[in-house]
């Protein structure tokens, strides 16, 4: 076994992988969920609806609505009814940390709606203080439930990370990149962007540090997770095809 084998089982040991059932509108008919919400529909968050919630059922619909939008059935939704329901308001269900990538936006890839999911992007998915201020507003301020880290598959950041890019002010966004490239053992033949499964390791490693930070620098997230009002948790989107492994 190799070390990206043995970093990518464990990055995905209880992975949920199963396609669940989903509330989406498949020719125009709305196909019944267990527990139905808003998350699930076309209706737009409303704080009743985000209470209602637990942190597992918010999770859930981040797996269903990635089943949906891989499997090329999403929900087919008006938008425009949307931003006038969160003209005054919003209430977001979960706050997905990802990675700038052009191919990669949160709320297509979980196929969620308007008001649904808080979006902080950066190159290479990694927190600073900024980002972290940021998602104590998202969960503990404004009540998402789930916090997700997701990294991806060829990410132009790790691969910069990997090969010393310098490059202006991208050199420091990078450094933020650097610990899992160091953290990543093996691969001592080639430890470049031209060596995808290093590359796909440092990901992975990337998405693990960058959770650690998060609870290591946030007393606030940290205490909603140990209280079980909030789960924070990793995932890796395959840019190929659509799928999302997620780490619990």
């Given amino acids: 076994m190799n ?14 992988r199963t396609v669940l059932a989903c509330g989406c509108a498949v020719g125009g008919l709305a196909l019944p969920l267990a527990s139905a919400h808003a998350a699930q529909t076309c209706t737009a968050q409303t704080a009743a609806s985000q209470k209602a919630l637990s942190p597992q059922d918010a999770l859930t619909y981040l797996k269903e609505g990635n089943a949906r939008f891989a499997a090329g059935k999403p929900m087919v939704c008006n938008p425009t009814p949307q931003v006038a329901a969160t003209a005054t ?15 990669a936006p949160a709320n297509l890839i979980f196929d969620q709606s308007i008001g649904d999911v808080f979006e902080p992007r950066i190159a290479g998915n990694f927190v600073n203080d900024d980002m ?29 990370a990997c090969d010393d890019v310098v490059l202006g002010n ?7 990149i650097k610990p899992a490239v160091a ?20 990901a992975e490693k990337n998405v693990e540090l960058t959770l650690a930070r998060i609870r290591q620098r946030s007393s606030i997230l940290a205490g909603l997770e140990k209280k079980g009002d909030l789960i924070i948790t990793g995932a890796m989107y395959d840019v190929g095809t659509g799928k999302v492994a997620f780490a619990a």
């Fill in 3 to 16: 070390a990206h084998t043995h970093d990518r089982r464990s990055f995905l040991r209880g992975t949920g």
């Fill in 89 to 103: 308001g919003q209430h977001p269900f979960a706050a997905v940390v990802s990675c700038i990538d052009s191919r």
């Fill in 132 to 160: 972290i201020g940021s998602l104590e507003f998202a969960c503990a301020a404004a009540g998402a439930k789930v916090l997700m880290v997701v990294g991806h598959t060829e990410c132009g950041a790790v691969k910069g």
């Fill in 183 to 202: 953290a990543v053992q093996g691969f001592d033949s080639d430890r470049t962007s031209a060596n995808a499964a290093f590359v796909q390791a440092v």
């Fill in 170 to 176: 991208l050199t420091q966004t990078l450094a933020n």
